[in-house]
């Protein structure tokens, strides 16, 4: 069974950056899905950062944007994140997750979940 | 981006209870809509998409309904497992959002 399994520090400076890595067990990165990331913190709750598709299309939210940036590594069959200018409101448990489609291709979902990483951001 | 809003942010329920969760969009989002439960520590799992299918091997006693921008999460009969957060999630348009959750406590 697919399992996606995240990776990166736990500690990072403010104003620092985080890079985070998703692996996607079975190598199935090329397949029709999103590879996504979100994040879960006590102050705001659940929130996408953003995703990619195997072709490096890419989908940001724009609370982030200009600080996230989402890339493949099709070789590795893993995704990763790299978000920037970090601040204390980024201490959060980080999500990978996959944004599969439907058996009638008309809806898709967040199907598969990592374990999630918690990333503090303090000096 | 689209605001969820879920009610009640808490409820108190014991085994056997029906309970039922809302979750209303800040504009119309079709039946774009999931439902997660999470437990401590570990990952948002899918119940309910497109408002009302049952992801696979997810009990019965879960239902979803609504469309446009009300939504309903419904628990038959309250199972111990089913302690939990619950959150709805709008796919209509990216930015996916999500409600703030609902946390079912044990009465």
């Known amino acids: 069974q697919v399992q996606l399994r995240e990776s990166g520090p736990g500690l990072v400076k403010p104003s620092g950056t985080l890079s985070l890595s998703c692996a996607v067990s079975?190598?199935?990165?090329?397949?029709?899905?999103?590879w996504s990331w979100v994040r879960q913190s006590s102050g705001k709750g659940l929130e996408w950062i953003g995703e990619?598709?195997?072709?490096?299309?890419?989908k940001y939210n724009p609370s982030l944007r200009g600080r996230v940036s989402i890339s493949v590594d099709k070789s590795k069959t893993q995704f990763s994140l790299t978000l920037s200018s970090l601040t204390a409101a980024d201490t959060a448990v980080y999500f990978c997750?996959?944004?599969?489609?439907?058996?009638?291709?008309?809806?898709?979902?967040?199907?598969?979940w990592g374990r999630g990483t918690l990333v503090i951001v303090s000096s | 981006a689209i605001q969820m809003t879920q009610s009640p942010s808490s409820l108190s329920a014991s085994v056997g209870d029906r309970v039922i969760i809302s979750c209303r969009a800040s504009q119309d989002i079709r039946n774009n809509l999931a439902w997660y439960q999470q437990h401590p520590g570990k990952a948002p799992q899918l119940l309910i998409y497109?408002?009302?299918t049952l992801q696979g091997g997810v009990p019965a006693r879960f239902s979803g309904s609504g469309s446009g921008t009300d939504f309903t999460l419904t628990i038959s009969s309250l199972q111990p497992e089913d302690f939990a957060t619950y959150y709805c999630l709008q796919d209509y348009n990216d930015p996916w959002t999500f409600g703030q959750g609902t946390n079912v406590e044990v009465k």
């Open positions: 497109a408002s009302s």
């Open positions: 997750a996959r944004r599969g489609i439907d058996a009638y291709g008309a809806h898709w979902y967040f199907d598969l």
């Open positions: 990619i598709y195997h072709t490096g299309s890419t």
């Open positions: 079975d190598g199935s990165i090329s397949s029709n899905n999103w």
